[in-house]
């Protein structure tokens, strides 16, 4: 029975060590994810040069083109900061609709016009940019 | 446009953030390392008594569970519920803020988990085609136990696996899966093969076909609560309450179908897979469903060769379905760690719908009024914390139940070589786990 008792306190101070230092391990990275968003917010403060509208300080600008049904995007994952604006300025070769999932922001493409979405998210999380009609997937924003 | 399409790829709008590198690395570590603690240092002859252990909880408790007064108020209130759904589900507007999608995907499928785990298998007491089922039969006085053929032993859980994957394919896969149109012709289908399988085999074809009820019993042998081979309910510990887990033929498939079917979810939502459906000539409902399939395919061919391996090197062989149930807490924490904030958040958002279901501007029950708390939203480490260490602990539940098994099965002196392959593939589905959290 004793050898029994001590096997199960071991299977229970296992557990314990896990849980234990998977918090550790986030409370440690905390850190890093507060200083590391400047970082994110820099190249958002120069808009780039083909942008139709100049965009306002500190705004993270976002170039997409839609062809033949393909994405052309500057990255796929858009990093930003909690409360930071973003524009998006979408080119589509066909009419459709364009939204933010989970902030519920729509605008309407016209085929071979450029549109502006401003849009700025509160929350941290990942929200998908995409169109409705042809449900592509434009780029997915990270808010942190 | 109409609103309806604003949740047109399924219920919730954000995710959550990728978990810190150092993290995933952290949790891949520990699994690892405890794996091979466990299997130097843990027990060499089996420990768990499956449905002989477990501390009686005092008769008069067992007494009240299980009298006719419990039983009915639970089928009742199933009823009820169930009412209420249909009712926003047949007359309530398809639209976003129609409840159905929420109660169906969020409430019932996420909140089984969390109610079995404290509780255990209790969607057999509230399950509302049961229940038809049993009216049915007493209308016309017959058993409903009784059917017009025997189900062949060899059936098992082969049904229920098979439900699994249909509602996993509606909940992941299915086109316009947030409508009520959609939810409304599955669940069609759904009630009128279960209501025809349980008049052909009686009422046993709800404990093999019964997606809810067999996902229930599954996570539900988690629990603290269980039932003893007498029949009175015991307290026991989660991993003996799992050892008692029948072997029955398809566990393995049930079991690969739940944790396939999550890995499936996280990795469909990543941009690197949306931009492979739009590069392929696939249309993203074919695309879905291969890949749906060739997940939880994977999973079920991984186990079944590690158990063919393992059986191989303990030179006798064995039935893949023995060790299934140690893939249970793993599934357990998958699910955990990837539907947490969506529970917590969409959940309370679901209850607020709840309010109105007919679109009316009702406030029924003054649910409307409930103020959804966000806080868990902007808890990006915690979660990330909660997320690593459901998996890890998952991971580690699962090598401890394989462990036992192993020395129950094997002889002795070939029992911890044995293990390796479990072990291999477990590591294997826990570093994937992690992976996805980290860059899906």
């Known amino acids: 029975m004793p050898r029994f008792r001590s096997r199960g306190s071991l299977l229970s101070c296992a557990l314990v060590a896990v849980v234990l230092a998977a918090g550790l391990g986030g409370c440690g990275n905390s850190g890093e994810v507060a200083e590391s968003a400047p970082e994110s917010n820099a190249p958002s403060t120069s808009p780039s040069a083909t942008?139709?509208?100049p965009a306002t300080s500190g705004t993270r600008v976002i170039e997409v083109r839609i062809a033949d049904g393909a994405v052309q995007t500057d990255a796929d994952r858009v990093e930003v900061a909690a409360g930071q604006s973003v524009r998006v300025f979408v080119t589509s070769d066909v009419d459709d609709e364009l939204h933010v999932h989970g902030v519920d922001e729509t605008v309407d493409l016209v085929a071979g016009e450029t549109t502006t979405l401003d849009v700025t998210v509160d929350e941290p999380g990942v929200f998908d940019v995409e169109t409705h009609e042809g449900g592509l997937l434009l780029f997915q924003l990270v808010v942190r | 446009m109409s609103p309806a399409t604003?949740?047109?790829h399924g219920v919730g709008g954000r995710q959550d953030l990728p978990i810190p590198f150092e993290l995933a690395v952290l949790g891949a570590a520990l699994a690892l390392v405890v794996s091979f603690l466990v299997l130097g240092l843990a027990w060499q002859e089996p420990r768990y008594r499956g449905d002989d252990?477990?501390?009686p909880i005092p008769d008069a408790l067992t007494w009240a569970a299980d009298s006719a007064w419990t039983r009915w108020t639970l089928r009742i209130l199933g009823l009820l519920g169930a009412a209420y759904v249909a009712l926003a589900a047949v007359a309530g507007p398809d639209l976003a803020t129609n409840p159905t999608a929420g109660v169906v995907y969020v409430l019932l499928w996420v909140?089984?988990?969390?109610?079995s785990l404290l509780l255990g298998p209790v969607w057999r007491l509230v399950n509302p085609v049961r229940t038809v089922h049993l009216l049915l039969c007493q209308a016309v006085r017959l058993d409903p136990r009784a059917g017009v053929r025997r189900l062949p032993h060899t059936v098992?859980?082969?049904p229920a696996a098979a439900w699994l994957l249909a509602f996993a394919w509606l909940e992941l896969v299915a086109p316009d899966?947030?409508?009520?149109?959609v939810i409304r012709a599955w669940f069609a289908a759904f009630v009128a093969v279960s209501l025809v399988g349980a008049v052909v085999f009686g009422s046993r074809w709800f404990d093999h076909a019964d997606p809810f009820e067999a996902y229930s019993t599954l996570v539900g042998r988690l629990s603290w609560l269980g039932r003893h081979r007498d029949g009175r309910l015991v307290a026991r510990r989660p991993l003996e309450n799992l050892d008692g887990l029948p072997a029955h033929p398809g566990l393995t498939a049930a079991v690969a179908v739940l944790l396939g079917s999550t890995m499936y979810d996280s990795a469909s939502a990543s941009p690197w897979w949306a931009r492979w459906v739009q590069g392929s000539t696939l249309n993203p409902t074919t695309a879905g469903t291969v890949g749906l399939a060739a997940t939880v395919t994977l999973v079920y061919a991984t186990f079944a060769l590690a158990v063919w391996c393992a059986g191989l090197t303990a030179g006798l062989s064995t039935r893949t379905d023995l060790f299934a149930h140690s893939v249970v807490p793993i599934?357990?924490?998958?699910?955990?760690?990837?539907y947490l904030t969506l529970f917590v958040l969409e959940g309370q958002h679901t209850l607020v719908l709840l309010a109105d279901p007919l679109g009316t501007g009702a406030n029924w029950f003054g649910l409307g009024g409930l103020t959804e708390n966000r806080w868990l939203a902007n808890q990006a480490t915690v979660v990330a914390s909660l997320q690593v260490g459901a998996i890890v602990v998952g991971h580690v539940l699962g090598i401890v139940s394989a462990h036992d098994r192993a020395v129950r099965l094997f002889p002795p002196r070939r029992a911890l070589v044995a293990q390796l392959p479990l072990l291999a593939v477990m590591i294997g589905y826990t570093v994937a786990g992690l992976l996805l959290l980290f860059a899906a």
């Open chain 2, 177 to 181: 899966r947030a409508t009520t149109a």
């Open chain 2, 6 to 8: 604003l949740i047109a």
């Open chain 1, 51 to 53: 942008t139709p509208a």
């Open chain 2, 156 to 158: 098992g859980l082969w």
């Open chain 2, 111 to 115: 909140g089984i988990v969390p109610a």
């Open chain 2, 53 to 55: 252990s477990g501390r």
């Open chain 2, 331 to 338: 599934a357990v924490g998958y699910v955990f760690a990837h």
